[in-house]
């Protein structure tokens, strides 16, 4: 009786080292396989299954539970091994089992060592894949605030000559961005000789003092509604491109005139806003170059 029971044992010893053997070979390892029972494979792929159960589970818990296993089968090693018996046939088969259990231990401990290895270079793996993500993180940083500028730049006209051409036909207040730094608003003629005219003075009525100084006629003053001057900077990025210019007057008895010049630039504060004018066209004479 007691030979039988150390030979059920030791299958049962035999079946848990199979199981572990069979789960290290699943990660990648080649192991001799002996057939086992469903209860076995079911064991086995839940072994395997809490292993790669998502890339947070830890290897060390693994390792922890074969130390444990070993231990309990060294313990099962040394019953076997009291247990003698006059039962010649069972006691043989008691010791192929104690070999073969040998064996498998010893190549659990293989198992464990590849396991140690695996490990470190998934830690290795882990830490290229955050960099990887920081790159890419910063890379989308990059490409959403190209996006942002592209769709600022296409939202706004750079004149009151392009917001015409889209349909904005109505004078009045209107915001553009002439070379990409920033918006600012003008007031639009969209009517006098065929409209596109961006107004960059006014005068009306004298509810505005234009004796100001450099810095009021540097960043300008005023009302768009009404009376104003726009701004020496304003006009220096309006005319980076070619313009025409056009000024209207208007006297108390409602007679008119105008001069058309067919170039118009002013340069910026560094040369102290040079003003340089094309040929000139119109009623009445305004053609020379000065500075403001």
């Known amino acids: 009786m007691t030979c ?13 080292l199979f199981v572990a053997s069979q789960a290290l070979a699943k990660l990648g390892n080649n192991v001799n396989s002996t057939p086992v029972s469903s ?3 079911k064991h086995c792929n839940n072994v395997y299954n ?9 290897i060390e818990t693994f390792l922890q539970e074969m130390k444990t296993q070993l231990t309990r089968v060294e313990d099962d090693i040394n019953i076997l091994k009291g247990n003698k018996t006059s039962e010649k046939e069972p006691n043989k088969t008691c010791e192929a089992n104690l070999q073969q259990m040998k064996k498998q231990l010893n190549q659990v401990q293989d198992d464990i060592n590849i396991l140690k290895a695996n490990s470190t270079l998934l830690n290795e793996q882990n ?6 993500l920081l790159e890419t993180n ?3 940083s990059e490409v959403k605030d ?3 500028k592209n769709k600022t730049k296409s939202k706004f006209r750079k004149d009151c000559a392009q917001l015409y051409k889209s349909g904005q036909t109505i004078s009045g207040v209107y915001t553009i961005d002439p070379d990409g730094p920033g918006v600012f608003d003008v007031f639009c003629d969209q009517t006098t000789a065929g409209g596109g005219w961006t107004v960059f003075q ?16 540097k960043i300008g003053f005023g009302n768009l509604n009404g009376e104003f001057w726009l701004g020496l900077d304003k006009i220096h990025r309006l005319t980076k491109t070619k313009n025409r210019l056009r000024v209207d007057l208007e006297d108390t008895t409602g007679k008119t005139a105008y001069a058309e010049y067919d170039m118009f630039a002013v340069t910026s504060e560094r040369t102290k806003y040079k003003l340089s004018l094309g040929t000139y066209s119109g009623k009445f004479i305004f ?3 000065y500075t403001f």
Do not use: H, M, Q
């Open 146 to 148: 190209v996006l942002k």
């Open 4 to 16: 039988v029971s150390s030979d059920f044992r030791c299958s049962l010893l035999f079946l848990v």
């Open 127 to 132: 830490k290229n894949i955050e960099t990887l």
């Open 138 to 140: 910063k890379l989308l």
């Open 50 to 58: 809490s292993f790669y159960a998502g890339p947070n589970k830890k």
């Open 39 to 41: 209860t076995a494979t």
């Open 287 to 289: 053609s020379y170059v």
């Open 202 to 217: 006014k005068r009306l009525d004298g509810s505005v003092d234009f004796y100001r100084g450099w810095a009021d006629y």
